[in-house]
């Protein structure tokens, strides 16, 4: 099914490599010039790869304070078991 779809889009054989100055090897497909509308959706990509990114760092963020609120938490409720102590000991 997917063959048929892509027949006539893709090449039947590999794209040639070109070496670049720098000597890293580049497909023509990367070479061509791509249509408006290819590189928005590229930019696009690369944006909803970043919000993701972002995302999973406010996680790993929020997972830390949350830690650190469950140890306040934990001293807190510490503090007021020797208090009620202490109270009790008057």
Do not use: C, F
Request: cysteine-free; aromatic content about 4%.
């Amino acid at each position: 099914m997917h063959e048929k779809l892509l027949k006539g889009i893709l090449p039947k054989e590999a794209p040639k490599q070109k070496k670049m100055s720098s000597g890293v090897y580049m497909s023509v497909w990367q070479q061509m010039p791509m249509r408006p509308e290819v590189q928005i959706l590229i930019h696009q990509q690369q944006e909803i790869e970043a919000i993701k990114q972002r995302m999973i760092n406010q996680e790993e963020r929020l997972t830390a304070i949350e830690a650190k609120m469950e140890k306040l938490e934990l001293s807190y409720n510490s503090l007021l078991k020797t208090l009620n102590l202490i109270d009790s000991i008057k």
